[in-house]
């Protein structure tokens, strides 16, 4: 009789012990994770929710306790355990913690929470579940997944917060803040891409300021692809592919393509880069495809095209395109278009096009713009409306070069007298 008491006082407060370290090693919330129905089971209609609790109902709490209390060693599926507990079968908790163990698929657990080392060989699962979890097949929270765990197969919660790693994939139906390394991708904000599935949408419409509640706070590494609905902030790490559904504050390095629908501002590394919205910062890829304007680097082994204005270094190894404005350096292989105002630096190997250009312009065949205040050079070189500056080639042809001149191997200014029309070496307007 005396020896049961001491062990169960011992096995007390090894439980007192292992509760306090939990609540010491638990992690902070993140968010509002009040615990109303709407926020944490809102993508469940009330029959499943019913279904659920009804199922929690009928499950046994049958255990055998060693322990004051709730405290100390538990062997079956006690509800509430501060302490060391084993299970075979996870059904309708309500709160463990300290030492957690299980062996076959948990039941329903609609309302507990776990703060624990949880381990299981297919693993653990509640509404929260805080601390280090291991599952060889998955770690599973409804509303949050806090602190390490390795789920073998799948990792999912409505948010996500620690470390997680998995050798399939890591879904959140909301925020993710951490570091996620997954064999296969990370996904969140599942919740806003299956609105979007039942509505037909190409895309959700993009947060106020382009960030929202459902977004990366982090590093994501997936061996194949990661997908975000709501912005990202820190680095993405992916084999093929990263798309990103609002901004991108960070690095996105994709084997194949980079993906944002926002605004990049930071780097995005791959064979094809795309923003939809304007890139503040770096593409480098063979393509790179910038929204309504870019700021800083593009450079595209094949070619680089900015769908309006361009501050910065634009470089395309076959070609570049700008349809707004230039300010800095374009650079294109064989092409390079502007269909704006190029002011500063625009060279390609083969054609040169700007609407109007101030400063300088290198075409290695063909030089065209409109309207020219600089100096350009080319193998054939043509200004349309107005030159106010120098164009030197082997043909120059001007229209309005009152303020410009022509030299090269012969010259032609249209409005000149007939006989002063075609010059070798030298022509202005006379």
């Known amino acids: 009789m005396k020896l049961k008491l001491v062990f169960g006082t011992v096995a007390a407060c090894l439980g007192l012990v292992a509760s306090a370290a939990a609540q010491v090693t638990d992690l902070p919330d993140v968010g509002n994770l009040g615990r109303d129905e709407s926020e944490f089971f809102r993508l ?3 029959e499943d929710l019913e279904a659920l609790r009804a199922a929690q109902s009928e499950a046994s709490h049958a255990s055998l306790d060693l322990g004051w209390r709730q405290h100390g060693l538990s062997f079956g ?16 908790l309500r709160e463990i913690r300290g030492l957690n163990v299980t062996l076959w698929k948990p039941g329903p657990n609609v309302d507990g929470r776990i703060d624990a080392l949880s381990l299981g060989l297919w693993g653990p699962r509640a509404d929260e579940v805080n601390g280090v979890s291991l599952g060889l097949v998955m770690v599973r929270a409804r509303a949050a997944l806090r602190g390490l765990w390795f789920g073998g197969v799948l990792a999912k919660s409505r948010r996500l917060a620690g470390v997680g790693l998995s050798v399939g994939a890591q879904v959140a139906r909301g925020p993710a803040v951490g ?99 304007r890139t503040l910062g770096a593409q480098l890829g063979a393509v790179a495809l910038s929204g309504p304007g870019s700021r800083g680097l593009m450079l595209g082994a094949l070619g680089t095209w ?8 634009t470089l395309g190894g076959l070609g570049s395109a700008v349809q707004g404005d230039a300010n800095g ?32 312009g290198v075409g290695g065949l063909v030089n065209l713009s ?22 030197v080639g082997g043909f120059n042809r001007v229209l309005g070069a009152e303020n410009g001149y022509l030299i090269g191997l012969l010259n032609y200014v249209p409005e000149n007298p007939t006989w002063l029309r075609w010059l070798p070496v030298f022509n202005t307007s006379f």
């Open 329 to 360: 350096l374009v650079l294109g292989g064989l092409l390079a278009t502007n269909k704006g105002h190029v002011r500063g630096l625009a060279v390609a190997g083969g054609l040169l096009h700007c609407e109007e250009l101030t400063g300088l």
């Open 77 to 92: 599926n006690a509800s509430v355990w501060h302490g060391v507990r084993f299970n075979w079968r996870d059904a309708a």
């Open 179 to 277: 570091v996620f390394v997954s064999g296969v991708g990370n996904v969140a904000a599942l919740e806003n891409a299956t609105l979007l599935r039942r509505e037909g949408a190409a895309f959700a419409p993009l947060p106020e300021g382009g960030w929202g509640p459902d977004q990366l706070h982090g590093l994501a590494v997936g061996g194949i692809a990661n997908t975000h609905i709501g912005g990202v902030r820190g680095v993405q790490l992916a084999g093929i592919v990263n798309t990103n559904g609002g901004h991108l504050a960070g690095l996105q390095v994709g084997g194949l393509a980079n993906l944002t629908r926002g605004d990049v501002r930071g780097i995005q590394v791959g064979i094809a880069n795309v923003a939809v919205e």
């Open 306 to 313: 900015v769908d309006d204005d361009s501050t910065g270094l």
């Open 370 to 391: 409109r309207r020219a205040r600089g100096l350009q050079f080319g193998l054939v070189n043509e200004v349309a409306e107005e030159l106010r500056g120098i164009t």
């Open 44 to 46: 469940l209609n009330s």
